[in-house]
């Protein structure tokens, strides 16, 4: 009998012969009835999807079946995985099945659609354009043409919106190392954001300036300040007569005559240049970028470097007189993400505190 040949043996009867084409003929109407049965549950929905890819790989595994009929199971596959959203298998079993049966234009809407769902727009494109060859009337694959250019041109898009804002973070990056300065960690966050400097055309540094009144700690800011600005020509506008009084200063001691400008000497740790990139480039498009092209991992950059801001720090005060610049490059002036200056009144009792180092920011 033909059951018991040995594998790759040809028969040598009629009756061998005979059992090989019986077997052959109930294993073909097996896989025929495995593909209908799948069929059906797909059908059934998505809680027999399972069965369906059940029995398609059935169907596909008798391997008695013509390579069209093959590349239709492996479609079929690809489908339900589509559905569940298996898309990487999907793509494997709709490339198969275009292997198989090349003008399966079914199998190649669907390597398409797999293809877009796992974000591989040119392999959704070519596999669309293969399509539309073999059926250039199919309107399932002309949409999805559609919806594909659209992605493109998001995608587009975005990568341009990205290349502008680390364009931007670079040009800043180099004109705070052109100019000396050094930025730490930003401090404050839940009053400053994300405001960050700003190069204008001129090659100018616009900075956003935390003023914190260190009395009571309530703050002001100074949205826009040029670094070629002095400090006098912004405080006498917000502290001028016509300008109402501070709603917590019941003494009014915070006088234009009575207040002064400090900066934290030596606090913080200077960033190395890539962590300073992505800090400039919190909340834009390239927020989530892993690595920067050009920039770098510096070997030290976990390392500690400079001072801790803690008790008894010390307090150097403001020349109103000089500009945001001269202020800024000071050796030891560490800018906390963005400069933050102490307002303190020398009317107030406060100020011997203070001057006397007995107050600390809070951590």
């Known amino acids: 009998m033909a059951l018991w040949m040995e594998a790759g043996s040809d028969p040598t009867t009629e009756s061998e012969k005979a059992d090989l084409e019986a077997i052959a003929a109930l294993k073909q109407s097996a896989a025929l009835e495995l593909k209908e049965k799948g069929n059906q549950y797909v059908k059934m929905g998505k809680k027999h999807y399972s069965d369906a890819i059940d029995c398609y790989t059935r169907a596909i595994d008798q391997k008695v079946l013509s390579d069209s009929e093959h590349s239709i199971l492996f479609s079929n596959r690809a489908h339900v995985n589509l559905l569940l959203g298996n898309y990487r298998r999907a793509l494997m079993d709709a490339e198969e099945a275009i292997k198989l049966f090349p003008e399966n234009v079914k199998a190649i809407y669907r390597a398409a659609k797999a293809t877009l769902s796992l974000n591989l727009l040119a392999e959704a494109k070519s596999f669309c354009e293969s399509g539309l060859e073999h059926d250039p009337n199919n309107e399932e694959l002309k949409k999805l043409a559609k919806q594909i250019d659209s992605r493109r ?69 100074i949205e826009d300040f040029c670094e070629t600005d002095m400090f006098l020509a912004h405080l006498d506008i917000m502290f001028s007569e016509s300008c109402p009084p501070l709603p917590w200063d019941k003494q009014k001691n915070y006088t234009r005559e009575s207040i002064e400008l400090y900066y934290e000497a030596g606090s913080g740790v200077c960033l190395s240049k890539l962590k300073l990139l992505h800090c400039l480039l919190e909340g834009a498009a390239a927020s989530n970028l892993e690595s920067i092209d050009g920039v770098e991992k510096d070997a030290s950059e976990d390392s500690n470097h400079g001072i801790s801001a803690g008790k008894g720090s010390k307090w150097v005060k403001v020349n109103e007189k000089r500009t945001l610049h001269d202020v800024l490059k000071e050796p030891n002036f560490i800018i906390p993400g963005i400069p933050v200056f ?11 505190e203070f001057k006397a180092g007995k107050w600390a920011p809070p951590p």
């Not at 966050?189 to 009144?213: C, F, M, Q, S």
């Not at 102490?342 to 011997?352: C, I, P, T």
């Open 153 to 221: 041109l998001e995608h587009e898009q975005r990568e341009a919106q990205v290349s502008r804002a680390v364009a931007e973070a670079k040009g800043l990056v180099s004109a705070i190392e052109d100019r000396g300065l050094k930025i730490g960690k930003a401090m404050f966050r839940e009053l400053t954001g994300l405001r960050k400097p700003a190069l204008d055309k001129n090659n100018i540094l616009h900075w956003p300036v935390l003023l914190l009144y260190a009395e009571v700690m309530s703050s002001d800011f």
């Open 342 to 352: 102490y307002v303190v009144s020398k009317s107030s009792s406060f100020y011997k």
